[in-house]
């Protein structure tokens, strides 16, 4: 099962020559998955700069995945893909990667919530829970409420599926997104907005761990 707890999304906002680096602080830190995104980068950057982060995640045990293109999560030889509503149907991209990578799915409604809970990925993430600077979103934040009744929909037909908590999530809104039913929390700013961002992976991971134990029965 994906170890969802704390999901490090590095940006090519953050400058591509950084961003092996920076991934390498949070895994350091407690990141569980790692994941490039690159919404302006051409093939070639892309997949120089996911080699690059991948090697430099050698070592650490934290695999690596790539947003929206299974080109270049080929390419790189990364773990995987994560893919929104509007990429590739999430079976196409199991009968492209094969069965031992990592694919994963935004759920922003009950429409992709159905969707993930019968298709073949290893977690989902929920969101944007809250309002984020670090990406344009033009569905409204579904808020802890909206968290909450999606995780109870998936878990109705995926119970053992890892979901995450994405958007906006911080160290002090960490333990309300676990309440709500986040199996763990994708954040790019509270790690990486961060002067010490292996520092800021660790609080984050052991807020996590916390609310995780608080939550069992």
Same mark, same amino acid.
């Given at each position: 099962?994906?170890?969802?707890?704390?999901?490090?999304?590095?940006?090519?906002?953050?400058?591509?020559?950084?961003?092996?680096?920076? =991934?390498? *602080?949070?895994?350091?830190?407690?990141?569980?998955?790692?994941?490039?995104?690159?919404?302006?980068?051409?093939?070639?950057?892309?997949?120089?700069? =996911?080699? *690059?982060?991948?090697?430099?995640?050698?070592?650490? &045990?934290?695999?690596?995945?790539?947003?929206?293109?299974?080109?270049?999560?080929?390419?790189?030889? =990364?773990?995987?893909?994560? /893919?929104?509503?509007?990429?590739?149907?999430?079976?196409?991209?199991? *009968?492209?990667? &094969?069965?031992?990578?990592?694919?994963?799915?935004?759920?922003?409604?009950?429409?992709?919530?159905?969707?993930?809970?019968?298709?073949?990925?290893?977690?989902?993430?929920?969101?944007?829970?809250?309002?984020?600077?670090?990406?344009?979103?033009?569905?409204?934040?579904? &808020?802890?409420?909206? /968290?909450?009744?999606?995780?109870?929909?998936?878990?109705?037909?995926?119970?053992?599926?890892?979901?995450?908590?994405?958007?906006?999530?911080?160290?002090?809104?960490?333990?309300?997104?676990?309440?709500?039913?986040?199996?763990?929390?994708?954040?790019?700013? *509270?790690?990486?907005?961060?002067?010490?961002?292996?520092?800021?992976?660790?609080?984050?991971?052991?807020?996590?761990?916390?609310?995780?134990?608080?939550?069992?029965?």
């Amino acid at each position: 099962m994906v170890d969802i707890r704390l999901y490090a999304l590095v940006d090519a906002a953050l400058g591509r020559e950084r961003l092996p680096a920076l =991934a390498r *602080a949070a895994a350091q830190g407690g990141a569980t998955l790692i994941q490039y995104r690159d919404k302006t980068g051409s093939t070639r950057a892309m997949i120089d700069c =996911a080699t *690059a982060i991948r090697v430099g995640l050698e070592g650490t &045990g934290v695999p690596l995945l790539i947003n929206d293109r299974l080109d270049v999560a080929l390419a790189s030889s =990364a773990a995987g893909v994560h /893919l929104g509503r509007e990429d590739m149907e999430a079976g196409l991209a199991r *009968a492209i990667l &094969g069965p031992d990578a990592i694919i994963g799915l935004t759920v922003k409604n009950e429409a992709d919530a159905a969707v993930a809970g019968t298709a073949p990925v290893d977690y989902a993430c929920i969101g944007g829970v809250f309002e984020t600077l670090s990406k344009h979103n033009p569905d409204a934040p579904v &808020g802890l409420d909206g /968290l909450r009744s999606l995780r109870q929909l998936m878990r109705s037909r995926a119970p053992a599926l890892p979901v995450g908590a994405i958007a906006g999530i911080d160290l002090t809104r960490t333990p309300a997104a676990i309440a709500a039913g986040a199996d763990g929390i994708a954040v790019i700013s *509270a790690i990486f907005g961060s002067p010490d961002p292996q520092a800021a992976a660790f609080s984050l991971r052991a807020a996590v761990d916390a609310a995780l134990a608080e939550r069992r029965p």
